[in-house]
Structures are given as structure tokens and as C-alpha cells.
């Protein structure tokens, strides 16, 4: 908004002669000297209006000594306002940005000023005209105000000034702003608003209202060292309008340890469980070491801290030794001072070596493996820990993948690729989660859930609807190849013998060549290389004609020796 500026004060009226006629006719000179004067005055009975565009306020004009000159001849005021207030010389209007209004014998005038729909500080003015004798009457009043005060949208406060008190002294106090706004980002003055500290209702304590939208309270430090989150609350509002939170501390003493922060020796760490590194942070109170000042270490998840200092050394120095566990990644650990609340935080990274490298990284490299080949995702910090904990301890590699391919995750995985794969459509969450309980019971194998999902009527009806489209949809999508033409009149005739399409289809995904291609695919998915013979892969088909499920023969490559080589 753009304040007008109040002009400067008028020029004194000077001296005016009145002649008058005497008894006889004969004139008396009688000089009247007026004394310098300024433009008037100006006045508005309410400080305050609603931004309704509807509600009235009286406007006085006076252009004092002038005004009262004589009873007469006392000019006019143009009234005016600078954001979009309008006038009338009556409660019936017209309202209009300016009205002329004469000035009565008192040198006074009034006029209803109505406000607008819009919430702000509305400056308004009278500019006044010469009388027949008053010729030197003329200028602009000072501005007089009123504000159109909107309903508060908002809340904010400013940090504590200071934001760190000593408990030790009581008296000195944190002073705290909070501004409250409307929708337009006008202030709201006259609200009910309390500050709140660390959420609880009973301590809150009324701010004063200091005019403007603005609002103050003065907060003494705690009876001991914390940190407070302090809230600003509108009551005024429904519901309550709430701040967001600024951090006040209340401290016993200044240990410092950001001037050198936390360091590592050595700086990274392998994750296999064993490796250490050292943590030390030095805290000081000015140029002095802090001795002896209580302090605690925290890590992330995946580290894990032993011998850790409860207190500084003379030198105001503490360690801790942080041990790498399974999983990989940057990790953070934090050193705190409870009496300062002083903390400094620094990350350690945490590899797992080289893929393929027999070292002391391999066992992690092997579960986030196993993670990525199965669920196909980043292995989770506290799996990974749980699983390289579960294989230290003497569980083995066969357990950790079988846990892997029976999962939930896995089975909703495989059974939403089989709607995908089968009908071209993501699984309905009630279909999902039946058919992953087929497989968890171990009543279905993936061979005859698929065999299932080709036999149905979605399945025929993408396929052309005929017997002789689904025949050939079989062969493509099942086998990964066009039909030769005994083969799909063999199909055909069964299908008019009497066989069922689910007959049919389970032929397919449990035959020899489906199997073949599937433990083809084991060996390169889980191996990274073909079978080394036909014996190889005759082997697994076998064992999955004769009830292995594919869940646990996939175990077995991720549980093999070249497997956790090649990890």
C-alpha cells in the first residue's frame, strides 16, 4: 500500500481589513489579524471496519479559525482516501472516490466514508477551497486512518531473541513476536493469541497485543536443559489457528564441538559385521577444553557403538567406537551435550567391497543380491541386518533364499506378473491376495496358476474367442514360439474330444519345453551363464515334474557356492 504523504503546513492567512459603515453612514477601518494557522483538521469516529464493502464510518472536517470567520464564507473540503474508499455526503450515497462537501458556519463538515472488500489501512484526507472570505483557506489536512481488518488466515513467529537462555538466571527472558495475517496478508490486530511451549495447554500464556498484527510475550528458560518447541495459537479462530514452531533452549552450560565437528579414524568402515572405526569430538567453553561435561553418542541403524565416553576427558575430548554391521550406505552418528544441547553429527560411509572378490564384504554382497534377484529392490537396513546376523550365527544360504522366494512380497510379485503376463492386466486386490494364499499353502504350483489364468474366458475372448485362436495363444505366450500344425490340430482335437482348456493349458506350463526354458532362465538370471549340459537342466525339470515347486529350486541356485562367488 502506498502511503500518501501529508502535505506540508498552509501559509498564515495574514491580515484582512473589514470596513463597515457606522451610524451616519461614515466607515470605521477596523484591521482583524488572523494568526497563522494550518490546514485543518481531520477525524474518523472508528479505528477499525469490517472489509464487507457495506459498513460506514463519519468523516469531520474542520478548517478551523477560517471556518469561523464571521459565520460565513468558509469554502468547501474535498475528501478523499488513498486504497479505494469511497465517500457520500449521506448514508443513502451515491459513494464515490471524492466528494465535495461545504463547510458549515463552524468551518465543520461530515461525511460517511464506506469501506471496500478488501482487508488493509485505508489513509484518508481533506483537501480544502478558499470561502468569499477566507481567500487564503486552501490545503490538505493530515492523513487520519482506519483499518479494514480481514479474519485471520495465519500465524507466524519469529525465533526467540535470544534463542539460548542459562537456567542458572532466571530472570533474563527470550522475547517472542508472533504476526497474525489475513487471507490478503493484512495485519490482525485485536486477537486472542497465547504462546504454548512444547505443546502443553497448561503453559501457555496470553500474548500481548502490540498493535498491527503483532503480538509479544516474554519466556524464562526452563528449570533444567531442554529444548522447547514454542507455538503461537490464534484462540480466536475456529478452529484455533497454530504457528509453526521455533526452537527455544534452555541450557546449563556452553560446550561447544562444532569449531572441530566429528571425526572418524579410519574414515570408512566394510560391512561385514567387524569392522571399526574410532569417533572423537573435542568440546570447548571459549578457547577452554570442556572437561568433564556429559555427553552421548546415537548412530543410525546399521552401526552399532560400544566404549562410548560418558564424559569428557581433560582435554574435553570423547569417543566412541562405532562397528559396521551388514548393510551398506552413509550412516550418520551424533555426538550430544545434554547440558548444552550442543550436538554434532558427521556420516561415515560403509561399503561392501568388490562383486566377485572373495573379502570380508562378500556376506553383504550376497543378501543385497538375493534381495535384488528375488524382489527385485534395495535390501531394507534391518532385513539386511537380520539376514547377515541370522548366516554369522550359523544359519545357511539355502535358508536365507528360501525365506526370499516364499515370501508374500515375492508370491504377490509372481501373481501379479501372471495377470499381467496372461490377461495383459494388473490383479484385482481380492484376486491378488486369494491366489498368493494358494501359493503360500502350497496347493498351487506356478505351472498350474498359469495354467489356470490361459483357461479362462478373459484369457479365450483376448484370444479371438475359438478354439483355434486360444490354441495358437498358447503357444506364443507359453512357449515363446509360433505352433507347427500337428502340433496345434493334436490341441484341437482334444479340446473336441472333451478335454478341458484347463487340461490343455496345464500340458503346456508344466511341459518339458516350458521347464527347460524356465531353468534355462535360472542359470542365467541366478548364474550369470548357460547350463554347462543337458543334464544340468534335466535335472531341475525333473525335480519340478515330480512336485519340486519353482520357488524352491530357485532357492538352491541362491543358495549355491557359485552364487555366493559371484556375489
Not at 78 to 98: E, H, K, L, M, Y
Not at 219 to 243: H, Q
Not at 356 to 383: C, M, W
Request: aromatic share 8%; net charge negative; hydrophobic share 40%.
Amino acid at each position: 500500500m502506498t502511503k500518501r504523504l501529508t502535505p506540508a503546513t498552509t501559509t498564515a492567512i495574514g491580515v484582512i481589513t473589514v470596513s463597515l459603515l457606522a451610524a451616519g453612514g461614515s466607515r470605521l477601518f477596523v484591521p482583524w489579524h488572523v494568526a497563522a494557522a494550518t490546514a485543518g483538521t481531520i477525524a474518523i469516529d472508528k479505528a477499525a471496519l469490517p472489509p464487507d464493502g457495506v459498513s460506514t464510518a463519519v468523516v469531520t472536517v474542520s478548517n478551523g479559525a477560517c471556518g469561523a470567520l464571521l459565520g460565513i464564507g468558509a469554502g468547501s473540503a474535498v475528501v478523499q482516501a488513498d486504497n479505494g474508499a469511497t465517500f457520500s455526503a449521506s448514508q443513502t450515497g451515491p459513494f464515490t472516490a471524492t466528494v465535495t462537501v461545504p463547510l458549515g458556519s463552524s468551518g465543520q463538515a461530515q461525511v460517511l466514508v464506506r469501506a471496500t472488500s478488501t482487508p488493509g489501512l485505508q489513509n484518508v484526507w481533506a483537501t480544502f477551497s478558499p470561502g468569499t472570505l477566507a481567500a487564503n483557506c486552501t490545503g490538505q489536512t493530515a492523513n487520519a486512518q482506519f483499518t479494514e481488518l480481514g479474519t485471520a488466515a495465519s500465524v507466524t513467529l519469529d525465533a526467540p531473541a535470544p534463542a539460548r537462555l542459562q537456567v542458572s538466571t532466571p530472570t533474563t527472558k527470550a522475547h517472542v513476536i508472533a504476526h497474525v495475517a489475513d487471507a490478503s496478508s493484512g495485519p490482525v490486530p485485536g486477537d486472542k493469541v497465547f504462546l504454548v511451549r512444547n505443546g502443553d495447554p497448561a503453559s501457555a500464556v496470553a500474548m500481548t497485543d502490540a498493535g498491527s498484527g503483532t503480538y509479544t510475550a516474554d519466556v524464562a528458560p526452563a528449570t533444567a536443559p531442554k529444548s522447547e518447541s514454542l507455538i503461537a495459537v490464534d484462540t480466536s479462530t475456529n478452529p484455533n489457528l497454530l504457528s509453526p514452531a521455533q526452537t527455544l533452549s534452555s541450557v546449563s552450560s556452553n560446550a561447544d564441538c562444532t569449531h572441530l565437528g566429528l571425526k572418524f579414524a579410519p574414515a570408512g568402515l566394510t560391512a561385514d559385521g567387524t569392522s571399526t572405526s574410532t569417533a572423537s569430538a573435542t568440546f570447548v567453553n571459549g578457547t577452554a577444553p570442556a572437561a568433564g561435561e556429559p555427553v552421548t553418542f546415537t548412530a543410525d541403524p546399521g552401526l552399532n557403538i560400544t566404549g562410548a565416553s560418558a564424559a569428557t576427558d581433560a582435554a574435553g575430548v570423547a569417543t566412541a567406537t562405532i562397528h559396521a554391521g551388514y548393510a551398506v550406505g552413509t550412516k550418520k552418528v551424533t555426538v550430544t551435550s545434554p547440558n548444552s544441547l550442543i550436538s554434532c553429527s558427521q556420516t561415515v560411509a560403509i561399503s561392501n567391497g568388490t562383486a566377485g572378490t572373495k573379502d570380508s564384504g562378500q556376506l553383504s554382497r550376497f543378501i543385497y543380491r538375493a534381495y535384488n534377484d528375488v524382489l527385485h529392490r534395495v535390501g531394507e537396513d534391518p532385513g539386511v541386518e537380520y539376514f547377515g546376523n541370522f548366516l554369522t550365527f550359523g544359519g545357511s544360504r539355502g535358508q536365507v533364499a528360501l525365506t526370499f522366494t516364499t515370501t508374500t512380497e515375492y508370491l504377490t510379485n509372481v501373481v501379479n506378473a501372471t495377470y499381467q503376463t496372461y490377461l495383459g492386466r494388473g490383479g484385482d486386490p481380492g484376486g491378488v491376495s486369494y491366489w498368493v494364499g494358494q501359493l503360500e499353502n502350497g496347493g498351487t504350483t506356478d505351472e498350474q496358476l498359469a495354467a489356470l489364468f490361459i483357461s479362462s474366458d478373459e484369457f479365450y475372448a483376448t484370444h479371438g474367442g475359438t478354439d483355434g485362436g486360444w490354441v495358437d495363444g498358447l503357444y506364443h505366450v507359453v512357449l515363446g514360439r509360433a505352433p507347427d500344425a500337428p502340433g496345434r490340430q493334436n490341441w484341437l482335437d482334444a479340446l473336441q474330444n472333451g478335454w478341458s482348456r484347463t487340461q490343455v493349458a496345464y500340458f503346456f506350463t508344466g511341459s518339458t519345453e516350458q521347464l527347460n526354458n524356465k531353468v534355462i532362465g535360472y542359470f542365467s538370471t541366478f548364474l550369470h551363464r548357460g547350463p554347462g549340459s543337458i543334464d544340468d537342466v534335466n535335472y531341475w525339470v525333473h525335480a519340478m515334474q515330480n512336485g519340486v515347486h519353482d520357488e524352491n529350486v530357485m532357492a538352491a541356485f541362491i543358495g549355491s557356492q557359485e552364487y555366493y562367488d559371484r556375489s
